[in-house]
């Protein structure tokens, strides 16, 4: 509906709307991650100036302090854009990103300067109207790594997708990763299948979109080395324009909670909570686990 209303050029749409192979499912894979809910303790401010935008996050975690800024900024239309990550003590990388040298490309390339001089980073991606490619390159010192991904619209409603990555080093060569993945998408309905851990963990999700305001999951995890299996339900509920609610609970025992708070145009506030459902009536069960994030600025 979003991008019925904004009615965008043909090639623009296509650009917006292909979906690669790492975030096929996204939605329903973040539901279910533990990094979703442990925010600790963090306060965030976004603010832009000109073209210019930096954001800066603090991080309080067991009595440890941590802090982080990035600064972006568009050095022209030829080199794109560039962006310094600073730590509480340093500038640890350097980004560009640049699109446009070659119709539906972008790169993004990182430096790592606290891995040393010959480490860092390079993302193509290539995004067509019934095909997306992405190839990753890391270099850390003398280890090479690349991870290549598809994922291709074979019907309307339709994709199938995979993943390889490949090391390099010195004194071997050897595939690290491979998975594969198939997506149903219907209207308001989403039926994802992909492997992880070099196909030995299948994961299948459904989510069902019931209204504007209401987002269901249905989840069944199997681990062929382990011969596990666990099954979650979850969803996401926005309760108004200002408040969601998300989170979801396995049979694995996890249980998490997501409330997010729009205090203003410029304020919001997230608490995250994390629990074992199966040992929460246990007198010596682990404590619930609750993180608070402030953000502040330009969202």
């Not at 090639?11 to 979906?19: E, N, Q, R």
């Not at 568009?74 to 340093?90: F, H, L, W």
């Not at 309307?156 to 010195?170: D, I, P």
Request: charged share 25%.
């Amino acid at each position: 509906a979003f991008f019925r209303r904004c009615r965008l050029p043909f090639p623009t749409f296509v650009l917006f709307i292909m979906t690669f192979f790492a975030k096929l499912g996204k939605d329903a894979f973040d539901l279910v991650k533990d990094k979703t809910y442990d925010l600790k303790s963090q306060l965030e401010i976004k603010a832009k100036a000109d073209e210019a935008a930096w954001e800066g996050n603090l991080t309080l975690d067991d009595a440890k302090m941590s802090g982080k800024v990035k600064v972006s900024r568009p050095i022209s239309d030829k080199y794109g854009k560039v962006t310094a990550e600073i730590d509480t003590q340093n500038v640890t990388k350097l980004e560009f990103e640049k699109s446009g040298l070659v119709p539906n490309l972008n790169l993004k390339g990182t430096l790592d300067l606290l891995q040393g001089p010959a480490s860092g980073a390079l993302e193509a991606k290539y995004a067509h109207e019934r095909a997306t490619l992405q190839v990753d390159l890391k270099l850390k010192q003398s280890t090479v790594a690349a991870e290549a991904s598809t994922l291709i619209k074979v019907a309307s409603k339709l994709s199938v997708g995979g993943m390889v990555a490949y090391r390099h080093t010195a004194d071997s060569d050897e595939v690290t990763d491979y998975n594969g993945a198939i997506q149903f998408k219907g209207e308001g309905t989403d039926l994802v299948m992909k492997t992880e851990n070099s196909a030995d963990t299948i994961s299948t999700f459904f989510t069902h979109t019931y209204s504007p305001s209401a987002w269901l999951l249905f989840g069944f995890k199997y681990s062929l080395s382990k011969d596990t299996r666990v099954v979650s339900l979850g969803g996401k509920y926005t309760i108004d324009g200002s408040s969601t609610v998300k989170g979801f609970i396995a049979t694995d025992g996890k249980a998490r909670v997501h409330y997010l708070q729009n205090l203003s145009n410029v304020a919001k506030v997230e608490i995250g909570t994390q629990f074992d459902a199966l040992r929460a009536f246990d007198k010596v069960g682990a404590a619930p686990k609750i993180g608070v994030k402030l953000s502040l600025g330009d969202f």
